[in-house]
C-alpha cells in the first residue's frame, strides 16, 4: 500500500507533506509539470484560490519580497471558464439547491437502470428551454457533438435511407467540438490531431459561413449526408460570426437534401450571445443541438442533446448510455441553472452588456487601427483581433492584463476572447475595456 496521508480542507488541506497553503505559485507548477499530463499551457506565475463574488476571482502571485509564499489579488474573470460559468460564480440559487439536494432531498447517485424522480424535471426543463421533443443527458460537453454525430449516423441508416457505413457528416473549417478522436476527427488543428490517428471516417469539411460551398458539397454528395454538425458561432477559432443570413439559407439547403442541422451550442448557448441559444438569433431552428458548459451552472460539468422526435427517436435500449448522464445531482443542478437563465434575464444581459463592451472594442479601434485588425462577436462572446505581428501577441496581452487585474486568454496568436459571466455589471465591463485599451496602447 502507498503511504498516503490526506487531511484537512481549503489552505489546511494536506496531502502527505504539501500543505496547499505553504505551496507558492512556483511550487504548483511544478507539481503540475511533474505530475500532470502536460497538455494545458497555463498563464505563469499565477494561481487561482477562490472566488469572491460572482465575475471576481482571487488568485495567489509571487510575493514580490519573497518574505510570504505569495500575496493574493483580485481579477475580473474575463473568461468565465469558457462559458461554463455563464450564471457566475457559486450562484446563489444554485448553490442552495445542491446544498438542500444533498443535505435535506437526500439522492446524489443512481443509475439509469431504476428511474429517479429528478430526471423528469431535467427533462421538463430542458425540453422547455430548447423547445425540442426529446433530450438525452450526458456529462463532459464533448459528450453532446459526439452523440449528435452517432444519432445523424443512424437516423441516416434508418429514416434517410443512406446505404450501411457510408454516411458522410460536414463540419467546418476551424471547427473546435472537443477531444474525443471523433471531435479531432472532425477538427483541422494540427496540434489537436498530431499523433491520434488512424481517424473517424465519413467526414467532410467545408468552410465556415460560406454557402457556395455547402451547397456544391450537398449537390455533389447529398445523398450520402446525414448531418451538418457545426456551430452557430465558433468560439474556439477566435468568435467567428457568421453573415447574417448564413443560417436560413444553411437551413433551407439542408431542407433540400434531407440533410440534419445539428447545432453545437456547448459554447454559446445558455444566453451567451445574447439569446438563449444562439440559432434563436437567426432564426433558424436545428434538427439536434448539443449543450454542455453552463448547462451545468458552473457547478458541475453537464450536458445533454436535445432533438427532435425523429431523430432521436432512433435510440433503442443499449445503444447509448452513461453512468453519470442526469444522474440526480446533475438532474437538478441541470433544471436550476436553467431556472437562473430565466430568471436572471442572463440573455438580456448579455445583449447589454455586450453591447456595452461592443462599443469600448470600436472605439479602441478607431484609436489603434494600425494594432487591432477586427472586432466581434454577438452578446458577452466578443473577441478582438490584432494585426499580424510579433509585438502584437495574445499570450502578451494576456499577461499583460493580468497585471491589471484582468483574466482574458489568447485563442491564436493574434486574437483575445473575453467572455465574461452574463451577470457582470457594468462597471467590470468598463474596467476589463480600461485594462485592455492601456495594454494595447502601451505595446
Ligand atoms: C463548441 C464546443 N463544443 C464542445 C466543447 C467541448 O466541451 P468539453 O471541454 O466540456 O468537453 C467545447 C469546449 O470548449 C466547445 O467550445
Known amino acids: 500500500m502507498p503511504k498516503l496521508s490526506i487531511h484537512g480542507y481549503g489552505d489546511d488541506l494536506t496531502i502527505n507533506n504539501f500543505r496547499l497553503g505553504d505551496l507558492s505559485p512556483a511550487e504548483h507548477e511544478k507539481i503540475d509539470k511533474e505530475k500532470g499530463g502536460r497538455n494545458y499551457n497555463p498563464l505563469e506565475n499565477v494561481v487561482v484560490s477562490h472566488v469572491k463574488d460572482s465575475s471576481t476571482l482571487i488568485c495567489r502571485k509571487p510575493s514580490e519580497n519573497g518574505v510570504a509564499a505569495y500575496i493574493e489579488e483580485e481579477l475580473i474573470d474575463g473568461l468565465c471558464c469558457y462559458s461554463a460559468v455563464n450564471q457566475g460564480q457559486l450562484n446563489r440559487t444554485i448553490v ?12 446524489p447517485t443512481v443509475p439509469r437502470s431504476i428511474r429517479h424522480k429528478y430526471m423528469s424535471a ?3 426543463a430542458t425540453t422547455g428551454i430548447t423547445e425540442m421533443d426529446r433530450v438525452v443527458p450526458k ?7 459526439e452523440l449528435m454525430f452517432k444519432l445523424s449516423r443512424r437516423w441516416g441508416y434508418k429514416i ?8 458522410i457528416i460536414v463540419a467546418a473549417n476551424g471547427n473546435f467540438h472537443g477531444r474525443t478522436v471523433t471531435a479531432v476527427s472532425m477538427s483541422d488543428d494540427l496540434d489537436a490531431r498530431e499523433g491520434f490517428g488512424p481517424f473517424v471516417p465519413g467526414i467532410e469539411l467545408v468552410p465556415f459561413n460560406n454557402i457556395d460551398a455547402l451547397t456544391s458539397l450537398f449537390e455533389s454528395k447529398g445523398e450520402k449526408i446525414v448531418a451538418f454538425l457545426v456551430e452557430p458561432i465558433q468560439g474556439e477559432a477566435g468568435v467567428i460570426v457568421p453573415d447574417e443570413d448564413y443560417w436560413t439559407q444553411v437551413r433551407a439547403l439542408c431542407d433540400k437534401h434531407n440533410i440534419l442541422l445539428a447545432m453545437d451550442e456547448v459554447q454559446t448557448g445558455f444566453g451567451r450571445t445574447g439569446a438563449n441559444f444562439a440559432h434563436q438569433l437567426y432564426n433558424v431552428k436545428p434538427d439536434l443541438m448539443g449543450c454542455g458548459k453552463a448547462a451545468g451552472g458552473g457547478i458541475l460539468p453537464v450536458s445533454f442533446v436535445a432533438g427532435s422526435d425523429e431523430v432521436i427517436g432512433v435510440l433503442t435500449p443499449g445503444s447509448e448510455g452513461s453512468t453519470f448522464g442526469g444522474y440526480p445531482l446533475g438532474a437538478v443542478v441541470g433544471v436550476y441553472a436553467i431556472k437562473v437563465l430565466i430568471e436572471e434575464k442572463l440573455a438580456e444581459n448579455a445583449k447589454i452588456r455586450g453591447a456595452q463592451l461592443m462599443s469600448h472594442f470600436e472605439n479602441m479601434q478607431t484609436d489603434f487601427p494600425d494594432k487591432i485588425k477586427e472586432v466581434r462577436g454577438k452578446g458577452l462572446l466578443t473577441a478582438f483581433e490584432m494585426q ?6 495574445g499570450h502578451h496581452v494576456s499577461v499583460e492584463l493580468l497585471k491589471r487585474g ?38
Do not use: C
Open 96 to 107: 442552495d439547491a445542491v446544498v438542500k439536494h444533498l443535505t435535506e432531498e437526500k439522492l
Open 122 to 124: 431535467f427533462l421538463l
Open 139 to 145: 456529462v463532459a460537453g464533448v459528450e453532446a457533438p
Open 160 to 167: 434517410k435511407g443512406v446505404p450501411q457505413n457510408e454516411a
Open 388 to 393: 499580424y505581428s510579433p509585438k502584437l501577441d
Open 406 to 443: 484582468v483574466y482574458a486568454k489568447e485563442t491564436h496568436h493574434s486574437t483575445v476572447r473575453i467572455a465574461p459571466a452574463l451577470t457582470i455589471e457594468a462597471w467590470q465591463i468598463d474596467n476589463i475595456a480600461e485594462s485592455i485599451w492601456n495594454v494595447i496602447n502601451e505595446i
